[in-house]
Nanobody
């Protein structure tokens, strides 16, 4: 069983930066064989994919964060991170870490961490 715990959320002013972290517990081989993703859900909106990184380390980003956010992973530590720069009020949301175990088409989710960007 895999458990994900996010940290690093908080209140920041527009233009500021935050770094979110996701720690995965469970068999290390699952982490290394999985894609890691960050989703977010703003009040009244659907959850959306923000950034993802393949098990081989290839990142992808939504157009709304491209050039501002950087996703990374450390397979030795079973962690993933999302560096968020030039934050905007519209980035305010609960951010969720997701692990997609490719071979079994299975998703694991963290409980989320709140990011609030003030104008």
């Amino acid at each position: 069983q895999v458990q994900l715990v996010e940290s690093g959320g908080g209140l920041v002013q527009s233009g500021g930066s935050l770094r979110l972290s996701c720690a995965a517990s469970g068999p290390g081989y699952i982490f290394s064989m999985s894609a890691m993703n960050w989703y977010r859900q703003a009040p009244g909106k659907e959850r959306e994919l923000v950034a993802g990184i393949s098990n081989g380390g290839r990142p992808t980003y939504s157009d709304s964060v491209k050039g501002r956010f950087i996703i990374s992973r450390d397979n030795a530590k079973n962690t993933a991170a999302l560096q968020m720069n030039s934050l905007k009020p519209e980035d305010t949301a609960v951010y969720f870490c997701n692990l997609y175990y490719i071979d079994y088409n299975k998703d694991y989710w963290g409980k989320g961490t709140l990011v609030t960007v003030s104008s």
